[in-house]
């Protein structure tokens, strides 16, 4: 009998100790988000060649809209855009829109776009390291098509040399189940947005790039744009 409590106590001690050691290496992860919140996100040189490498769908809450629930996954997915459009326009790296832009109206503005700011800026032999995010927030509005979020991101880009701040402002949609950018605006003062697009924009309408007669105006005053910087 005093053996067998010996040998209980042993294997006691093991499973505590097994537990505490796991319960001490786990990292705790919590699913809060917080709005109007100063966030600093950094991509490391890892995460540089994932977004390369992998280019995940991000999936919404629920099957034909947005809600309040999609707030982190479209937070996710503008973010990894910015990552990936700056990379492209300093660095030259290719970027993927397909997962996260479903208008081909607005997949060929951003290529066009993308291609006239490296040509400018990729001259400079200035890469950007990685970009942070600061104060943003996210809002929802309800519609006919399943609704839209808002987002607002003000982003650090962190090149090799230096830095610079803008804001972006997202409209998000549930396509098929997937969040996808329905439109996106960077309207610094002499940004690329500003001149080709306009000043003071109110970005409040996700169906905007549907307009074919408003589409054939930017890309009319687009093309006009490029060959002014030819």
């Not at 997962?99 to 291609?115: F, G």
């Not at 610094?188 to 697009?197: G, M, Q």
Request: proline content about 1%; overall charge negative.
């Amino acid at each position: 009998m005093l053996l067998l409590l010996v040998v209980l106590f042993t294997l006691s001690s093991c499973v505590k100790d097994t537990a505490n050691e796991y319960e001490n290496n786990t990292p705790l992860v919590s699913g809060d988000i917080t709005i109007d919140s100063a966030i600093n996100t950094e991509f490391t040189a890892s995460a540089e060649r994932n977004v390369l490498q992998n280019h995940p769908e991000y999936l919404a809450e629920n099957e034909g809209e947005v809600s309040e629930l999609d707030f982190e996954m479209a937070y996710e997915m503008c973010v990894r855009v910015l990552n990936d459009y700056y990379k492209a326009v300093w660095n030259g790296l290719e970027i993927e829109l397909d997962t996260s832009i479903n208008n081909d109206n607005l997949k060929q503005y951003t290529k066009k776009k993308i291609q006239s700011q490296h040509n400018v800026k990729g001259k400079f032999n200035d890469n950007v390291q990685n970009i942070e995010i600061g104060a943003w927030e996210v809002d929802y509005t309800e519609d006919v098509d399943g609704g839209f979020l808002y987002l607002k991101l003000s982003v650090e880009i962190n090149k090799d040399v230096g830095g610079y701040g803008e804001v972006t402002e997202f409209l998000v949609r549930n396509i098929n189940g997937k969040l996808v950018i329905a439109d996106w605006f960077t309207g610094a003062k002499d940004s690329y947005d500003f001149l080709v697009r306009g000043e003071n924009l109110t970005i409040d309408n996700p169906n905007i790039w549907n307009d074919s007669e408003w589409v054939k105006k930017l890309n009319n005053k687009q093309e006009e744009f490029l060959g002014s910087t030819r």
